[in-house]
């Protein structure tokens, strides 16, 4: 397994101009798509609160000790895979005010994300969530516009072709259908799938139409249990394979359960152990980091091992795209793990895939202090 580590390359603009990780350096050839991964959605403009003791009462005023503002919604997703050195597209909506003139910044400049498939719409205001985070929970409360037309169909995938890509992460709605995935999986492109809650209380698969088109399916164990009605959520895992040929089921603090239908291979990585501050984003950096592995074409385990690891450090930070790791991170985390005396020989050797990829040398220092942005200050030069 190798990788190399190399300035970003075209279309990859990160502002802070960091030497990078390449995970698919080995798997690359000359006839690959322009992208590694395409996403659509929603953007939101979050406003973070941190710092907060308790849930706010009713009647008072709460004082935060911190705060920060972040692209969210789909951004958080498009963050995680361009941190991990996979070259992204994102088509969304932008509304042209001052929110969505942040957004486009902080996602193109700050994270190299390509933008070319999205557009910006006059007159529409950007849709805004406010999270509070307190006691290792959020709660959140969200605002927005009704979208014009117009952004229904870049979403929908109408608008125009989805450029081609290695991958597309797509979230599946109950009772609809979104034509951009079948699109892609017609030009062989590998779509990850998530879902959310189901409101309607169905919980019928053949909702999901586009499952079919789908090669993995990554739900959270509740929700695959209550697809397959079974009980368990291993059992869920192998229920699905029946529908998609990757089955993924994370198990909270127990981490997560993977089958693979075509080659018949089963995998489970416990969760690492963490103070979990803020758990917005999590699942979205699992996804990205499961991604990440697969199109590298690594072992079921390890990517399973890849996946818990990112969001884990993610949740030891405060917002959704600001929380997701990079490979300095994953590199500061890996070396301070192997400088603990007491460190379980088995939990290294899960992790010792690692040291084919991290850099060997980076003075970054554990933890590391991420910046927190806030809309009214300029960028430094």
Not at 77 to 98: E, I, K, N, Q, V
Not at 117 to 137: C, D, L, N, Q
Not at 295 to 313: I, V
Request: proline share 8%.
């Amino acid at each position: 397994m190798t990788a190399s580590t190399a300035s970003t390359g075209e279309g990859h603009h990160r502002h802070h101009r960091e030497a990078q990780v390449d995970p698919l350096a080995a798997v690359r050839t000359p006839a690959d798509p322009p992208w590694d991964v395409y996403l659509t959605g929603t953007v939101f403009l979050d406003i973070i609160f941190t710092g907060l003791d308790s849930a706010p009462v009713r009647g008072t005023e709460s004082w935060a000790r911190g705060m920060g503002s972040s692209p969210g919604g789909v951004a958080n997703m498009a963050t995680a895979l361009a941190r991990l050195g996979l070259r992204t597209s994102l088509a969304a909506a932008f509304g042209d005010d001052h929110y969505g003139e942040y957004c486009w910044d902080a996602l193109e400049q700050g994270e190299g994300i390509d933008l070319t498939p999205s557009r910006t719409f006059p007159g529409w205001h950007s849709p805004v969530t406010v999270s509070m985070a307190y006691e290792g929970e959020r709660t959140m409360v969200s605002h927005g516009h009704e979208p014009p037309p117009e952004q229904v169909l870049i979403q929908d995938g109408d608008a125009a072709a989805p450029p081609r890509a290695r991958a597309a992460v797509a979230s599946l709605t109950p009772g609809r259908s979104a034509p951009w995935i079948a699109r892609a999986a017609s030009t062989g492109t590998r779509v990850f799938a998530d879902v959310g809650w189901d409101d309607t209380g169905a919980w019928d698969l053949a909702g999901l139409t586009d499952l079919k088109h789908c090669e993995a399916f990554l739900p959270n164990a509740e929700e695959a249990m209550r697809y397959t009605g079974t009980s368990c959520p291993r059992a869920a895992a192998h229920a699905l394979t029946e529908h998609v040929p990757l089955a993924v089921v994370t198990l909270g603090a127990d981490g997560a359960y993977a089958v693979d239908r075509r080659t018949g291979e089963s995998a489970e990585v416990p969760a690492i152990a963490v103070e979990a501050l803020d758990p917005t984003g999590a699942g979205d950096v699992f996804v990205a980091g499961f991604v990440t592995g697969t199109l590298a074409d690594w072992p079921l385990a390890d990517r399973l091992a890849f996946a818990g690891l990112t969001a884990a450090l993610s949740v030891q930070e405060f917002g959704g795209s600001l929380s997701a790791p990079g490979w300095s991170e994953i590199a500061a985390w890996w070396r301070r793990v192997q400088s603990v005396e007491s460190q379980a020989p088995e939990a290294l050797r899960r992790y010792e895939f690692l040291a084919g990829l991290v850099p060997a040398q980076d003075p970054t220092p554990w933890p590391r202090r991420r910046a927190v942005p806030t809309i009214g200050f300029r960028r430094s030069a």
